[in-house]
């Protein structure tokens, strides 16, 4: 809104005299392409995962007479770690309703909550790997384990990184409250967020489902 | 060619002044319980049909449980990220189609030609050896 108003005289000026060049950027607002750019940086991170998924695709059959995703994987585990990553999208989906009523308060509360659903996700996700490092099924035992565990640790390093993310939103929003640059780094992050989520849905499907089915 | 391009430029910036107090098309409540909903269908029915084998046979179960994957990615981009044609001055649609075929030749490709080659390997399996 602000940058509409200062663009008005400067636009105004610049059709009245013979004009030499273009200035460009005074007509992009502060972080006017920021979506873009991070969009840009969602696809590649999108390639990222294509290509881990293809690695465990290539070698999610190799099991060197190891133990195979229907003795590891426990279904309902993976489900229930499903449900707390659905749960925390659609959290951060209120927080953002919040932030756009300029509720700071119920905005911070919706993304506590948020952040516990993710820690939930991350301790059971963790606790599975511990399990199955238990049992002998390390990354190095099998090709299909070296890509499960890059693959899905992969995934969820980043949902470490979100948590970290949202921490430090959570301390911006309570010192500086929901100005501009905050209500758009929260935009990131929720698009990050649901990102996860939709990579999420890949793994569940194609490592666990598909894992136990083969 | 020129004024046309300038026009074309000029409603673009007033588009992306729009944008800079909202940023993204309006989150409402009804678009992400939808999302929620759809979303909880769509996981839901993938893990039952695994867990309980309804459909019996394996390889029918991995074609349903794709396409539903499938349908449920179609869902959180269009209600949790809020993806339209029109978002960003359709660049972000443009990147995601362009980032869909990289994935598609990617993974497609990539077990196509290793599933070619594991066939013409010597077999591991002592059992599969003439």
Known sequence: MTTATANAPAAGAATDGPVFY????????????????FWLYLMSDCLV????????????????????????????LVALNTTMLLLSSITYGFAVLEMQKNHTQRMLLWLLVTMVFGGAFLFIELSEFAHMIHEGATPQRSAFLSSFFTLVGTHGL????GIIWMI???????????????KRRLLCLSMFWHFLDVVWIGVFTFVYLMGVLR | MSTDAHAGHDHKASGHGDHSHDGHPESTLSGYLTGFVLSVILTAIPFWLVMTGQLGNNGLTTVV??????????VHMVYFLH????????????????????????????????????????????????
């Open chain 1, 22 to 37: 273009v200035a460009d950027e005074h007509e992009h607002g502060e972080g006017g392409s920021t979506y873009l750019g």
């Open chain 1, 49 to 76: 995962f294509a290509v881990l998924f293809a690695t465990y695709g290539v070698l999610g059959g190799n099991y060197a007479a190891g133990p195979a995703p229907k003795d590891l994987f426990d279904l309902s």
């Open chain 1, 158 to 161: 980043h949902v470490t990184f």
């Open chain 1, 168 to 182: 430090t939103l959570m301390v911006q929003v309570w010192k500086f409250g929901l100005n501009e640059a905050n």
């Open chain 2, 65 to 74: 449980i794709l396409a539903l994957g499938a349908i449920q990615i179609v």
């Open chain 2, 83 to 130: 993806m339209t044609p029109s978002s960003e001055g359709g660049w972000s649609l443009l990147a995601l189609i362009f980032t869909i075929i990289l994935v598609v030749i990617t993974l497609s490709g990539s077990l196509w030609v290793m599933y070619h080659l594991t066939t013409n390997m010597m077999p591991m399996d002592p059992s599969k050896l003439p």
